[in-house]
């Protein structure tokens, strides 16, 4: 499965039939976590499959998601990315933060991959930390063909010990539908 960033296409029909639903979402959640919103990425999360799946019971993120955006609506967007998760970061995107540990070593992918084998990840997120939780949602993106045993340990293991917490804090910090909408979504995987 490609990964999106610059030049990548989300594959809008996995939301729909992939025997792996949380697959995709995990591929979205991860560039939406990672990078500012862009043109490139508006567009997929406009596309019809995908702005559903988003704005499912959330008048307000569907209002969002079908208007024209201007560059005020970029602009605000990225001020509030860069609040949420870099300065001051209202809602870090490292798992250790979330638990209150000293290290987020537990988290690192490199507890399960040696670097030949982790899934091939677009630039931006290939330059992530291996605890930071872009890079942890688009590994899981990216063994959606192994065994669901493994698949589900991942899962317990790097993903449901933090994401209630960060999904939390996304809903309840953020002044944006769309990144409260990550929130909700992102709970999905609790």
């Not at 605890?131 to 493994?150: C, M, N, Q, Y």
């Not at 449901?160 to 929130?183: D, I, N, T």
Request: glycine content about 6%.
């Amino acid at each position: 499965m490609d990964f999106l960033g610059p030049g990548h296409q989300l594959p809008v029909a996995e939301f729909a039939k992939n025997s792996d639903p949380h697959a995709p979402v995990a591929q979205l959640l991860a560039e939406l976590l990672s990078r500012e919103v862009d043109d490139e990425l508006l567009s997929l999360l406009q596309a019809d499959g995908v702005k559903e799946v988003l704005a499912a019971g959330d008048p307000e993120l569907a209002a969002c998601l079908e208007k024209t955006w201007t560059k005020t609506d970029f602009e605000a967007h990225a001020v509030e990315f860069c609040r949420l998760f870099i300065y001051p970061a209202v809602a870090p995107a490292r798992p250790e933060h979330w638990l209150k540990t000293q290290s987020g070593e537990q988290f690192s992918i490199r507890r399960w991959f040696a670097e030949e084998d982790l899934p091939e990840l677009a630039p931006h997120l290939a330059e992530l930390p291996d605890t930071h939780v872009a890079k942890i949602l688009a590994v899981r993106a990216g063994v959606s063909g192994a065994p669901e045993e493994w698949v589900t340990q991942y899962e317990a293991e790097m993903i449901s010990p933090w994401v209630e917490a960060f999904s939390a804090a996304l809903q309840g910090k953020s002044e944006m539908a769309l990144y409260r909408g990550l929130g909700v979504v992102l709970g999905g995987f609790g």
